[in-house]
C-alpha cells in the first residue's frame, strides 16, 4: 500500500506553481492526484504522487528551487492535529521527540531521527522514495 501524506503538503503549492509559469490545476491532474488535494489540506494523498507532482513543477517552472520556495511559506499549523501536539511540549527536545514518534500521522513517507553525538544533537529525516525517481524537490520541502 501507498504512503499517504496530508495535502497540507502542497499548502501555497498554486501560487508558486503560478509565479513560476505552471498550471498548477492540470499539473496536479496530469500525475493523478485528485484537484481537490489543492483546497482540502487533511486529505490524504500518495506520497509518491506529491514527489512526482513537486519535480515536476520544478521543471517545467524551471525553477530547481521550487520544494525550498515552497518550504518557505511552511508554518508550524501546517502539520495540522500533530502542530497541537508538538507545540504544547515544555521543551524543544520533547517537540522533536514527539514529533519523530507521530510524524506518520501527518506523512507516512517521512520519519525523524533525533541522535545525540558527544553534547551534538542530529536531526536526521529520511523519505522512503519505493524507487519512484528522483524526491530531490520533496526531500528539500521535507527538510
Sequence with gaps: ???????????????LAAACGVNARALVAGVGLPLRCLADADLKVPAHLV???LEAA???GHE???GIRLAESRRLSNLGPLALLVR??????????????HVHMHNEAVAVQVE???G????????????IGPLRQATELVV
Design 120 to 131: 551534538l544533537v542530529v536531526i536526521r529525516t529520511e523519505l522512503a522514495s519505493d524507487g
Design 1 to 15: 500500500m501507498a504512503a499517504l501524506v496530508r495535502s497540507a503538503a502542497l499548502t501555497h503549492f498554486t501560487d
Design 116 to 118: 545525540e553525538h558527544g
Design 51 to 53: 514527489g512526482r507532482l
Design 64 to 66: 530547481p528551487a521550487f
Design 88 to 101: 504544547d511540549e515544555p521543551t524543544l527536545r520533547r517537540a522533536l521527540e514527539t514529533l519523530m514518534h
Design 58 to 60: 520544478a521543471t517545467q
